[in-house]
């Protein structure tokens, strides 16, 4: 794709409102603009974007980005937001003002249309245009919903336990998928409650945000466990668990290798303590996952997923 130009015609059929009234339309398109790029591994990317205009955003929530090149061909794709700290505008990145701003992470894919452009090409200063925020379901801290309301008709909480906005919380991703969960953990407050995030990963060069969610750990004095099958879950704090699909760090004592159903169940929190789990990743990631999960004893109620797509 050639250089994007932010509200040339055109369209993909992605269908969606075109430069409708923002105050009137959630889903307007909202022009926007690059301010930081930074590499988090050769084939990732986060971006920040300011939206001026953009209503605040929550954790788990995701936006469109429209591109358009300059014969006024457009491109839509969906990213989950990475950070929503600074999405109502009161503290921008380093201090910056009151426009809003919003993280998103984006893996290349090497066939891709999207991906590589902003991966590779895009640039603080580029125009883009935002979506959003969308979604309401994969959220944290959770939406409450109304004991009566018809979620909890067709969704029963299981007996027994506390508050989705209380439950602890355990955060499984798979690839890219690990976007979202980023911004749950970055919007830990001090009261929030204990999260555990297992990131299922090709390789210790494809992680992401590490240097954080490492110092995000100590500062919540758990500690960082590479692989705690022996160990048990967490009881407060943040505890990050990595497993590696394909090559494992040297001296790591799990091999590389796919997650299986028995390491999921020693590396996540157990269904008796009715965690709140979010999932997310590729379709079959995710399927697969979820399944092990709700046989593992955990309500489905309780089991939040995210599909990013891909097999
Ligand atoms: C709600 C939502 C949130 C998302 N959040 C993120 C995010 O935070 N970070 C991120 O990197 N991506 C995210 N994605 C995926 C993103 O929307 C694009 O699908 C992805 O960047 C590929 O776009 P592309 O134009 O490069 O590839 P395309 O040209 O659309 O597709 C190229 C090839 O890749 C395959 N493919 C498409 N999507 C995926 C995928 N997710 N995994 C594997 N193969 C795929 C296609 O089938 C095709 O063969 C999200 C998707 C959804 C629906």
């Not at 953009?54 to 469109?64: I, K, M, N």
């Not at 600074?86 to 998103?104: K, L, M, N, T, Y």
């Not at 911004?183 to 009261?191: E, F, K, L, S, T």
Request: proline letters at 11%.
């Amino acid at each position: 794709m050639s250089e994007p130009v932010a509200g040339a015609g055109g369209s993909d059929g992605a269908g969606g409102s075109d430069r409708a009234d923002p105050a009137g339309d959630p889903y307007a398109w909202l022009p926007a603009t690059i301010v930081s790029s930074v590499a988090q591994t050769p084939r990732a990317r986060s971006l920040t974007l300011a939206v001026p205009g953009l209503r605040p955003a929550r954790a788990g929530q995701h936006v469109d980005l429209r591109l358009t090149a300059d014969d006024g061909y457009t491109a839509v794709r969906s990213y989950s937001l990475s950070d929503v700290r600074a999405s109502d505008g009161a503290r921008g990145a380093g201090g910056a003002g009151p426009v809003p701003q919003i993280e998103v992470t984006v893996e290349r894919l090497d066939d891709g249309e999207v991906s590589p452009y902003l991966v590779d090409a895009a640039e603080p200063g580029d125009p883009i245009e935002v979506r959003g925020p969308i979604g309401g379901w994969f959220v944290w801290p959770p939406t409450e919903f109304e004991p009566e309301s018809a979620v909890h008709a067709v969704l029963p909480e299981p007996e027994g336990a506390t508050p989705p906005t209380s439950a602890p919380v355990q955060l499984i991703g798979g690839g890219s998928g690990v976007a979202p969960l980023m911004a749950m953990v970055r919007a830990r407050g001090r009261d929030a409650p204990p999260m555990r995030l297992l990131a299922s990963v090709r390789d210790p060069g494809s992680r992401w945000y590490v240097a954080e969610l490492d110092e995000a750990a100590r500062a919540s004095s758990s500690p960082v466990v590479a692989f705690s099958a022996t160990e048990g879950p967490p009881t407060a704090g943040l505890t990050i668990d990595w497993v590696y699909s394909r090559v494992a760090p040297d001296g790591h004592e799990r091999p590389a290798g796919r997650l299986t159903r028995v390491e999921l169940e020693s590396l996540v929190l157990p269904a008796s303590e009715h965690p709140l789990v979010y999932l997310c990743g590729a379709n079959s990631f995710v399927e697969v996952v979820a399944g092990w999960l709700v046989e593992l004893g955990h309500a489905p109620t309780r089991v939040r997923t995210e599909r990013f797509g891909g097999v």
